[in-house]
């Protein structure tokens, strides 16, 4: 049996810097963050992965995660909506492809119709994706389809208990467009939605045909209330040593004793 594979905060760094060069631990020039550095650990985790497997993951954007997945032997399709991502994405398999290494295929693909075959997923990932899709009800209806029945889906999405008025206040403007939904002021497409439990068992679990095995959270008093939705987020693509040191001291104390505030983001895992 192949071994277990596990992507540890470190080694995202690690891999961040063998892709990118020093410069990413000054200035991430992708969506890497602090948040991915604990959303990469947990969700490769949970996704249970072992060499030779395949992920398909869902609005990957700029992200590295599917070249650090293959640096560890695992495949993945990319299905991402925008057509210059994915090319970004192609040119990037091609540079960073090693022999023996896991092979990363990027496809245009919109999530609301997945152009993937019935009960065929296995493995299926949404990192911070699923909140910028206006319409969410059918993502969640394809992602119940395609998964085979045994798999897995790891999902991250915002997460609120109660109705927010705003987001980013008097950091960045975001309009208010419904419940608990935003867009980002003079950029198009940024669209941004906090869920409840009830929005996410209803969009996500229900459909899936599945249940929700595994827990996480990330971001309360400390990492959301005192860095990320203050002024001091302007700090957040910059010095990225500092979000290694924030994601393994801070965030596992936040949710040790911390639980008592309300996560910035939930993390989950669906089991069909
Ligand atoms: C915040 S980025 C993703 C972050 C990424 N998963 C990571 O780990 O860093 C959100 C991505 O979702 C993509 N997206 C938006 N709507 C989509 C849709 N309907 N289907 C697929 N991807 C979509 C966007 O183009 C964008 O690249």
């Not at 045909?209 to 700090?235: C, D, P, Q, S």
């Not at 979000?243 to 996560?263: C, M, N, Q, S």
């Amino acid at each position: 049996m192949t071994r277990r594979v596990r992507l540890p905060a470190l080694r995202c760094l690690r891999y961040e810097v063998a892709f990118n060069g020093w410069r990413i631990l000054k200035e991430t020039i992708n969506d890497f963050s602090l948040w991915r550095l604990i959303e990469y650990p947990w969700c490769t985790e949970a996704l249970d992965l072992r060499q030779g497997d395949l992920v398909l993951d869902i609005g990957t954007g700029t992200s590295t995660y599917p070249h650090m997945l293959a640096r560890e032997g695992v495949n993945t399709v990319i299905l991402e909506l925008d057509a210059e991502r994915v090319r970004w994405q192609r040119r990037k398999a091609e540079e960073w492809a090693r022999p023996g290494a896991g092979k990363v295929y990027p496809v245009v693909a919109d999530a609301t119709a997945l152009p993937i075959r019935d009960a065929v997923a296995r493995r299926l990932s949404a990192i911070s994706s699923l909140e910028h899709i206006p319409e969410d009800r059918p993502v969640g209806r394809e992602i119940g389809r395609v998964l085979a029945p045994g798999g897995v889906a790891v999902i991250t999405v915002p997460y609120t208990r109660n109705e927010r008025m705003d987001f980013f206040k008097g950091i960045r403007r975001f309009r208010r467009v419904a419940s608990n939904a935003f867009v980002q002021e003079g950029k198009a497409g940024s669209f941004f939605r906090f869920y409840n439990d009830q929005q996410i068992e209803e969009t996500y679990i229900k459909p899936s045909g599945g249940r929700v095995v595994k827990w996480g959270a990330f971001g309360r008093r400390i990492l959301n209330g005192m860095y990320h939705e203050t002024k001091l987020t302007k700090y957040w693509r910059r010095y990225v040593i500092k979000d290694w040191l924030l994601a393994k001291i801070v965030h596992p104390l936040e949710e040790r004793f911390g639980r008592a505030t309300e996560p910035l983001y939930v993390m989950f895992k669906i089991v069909k």
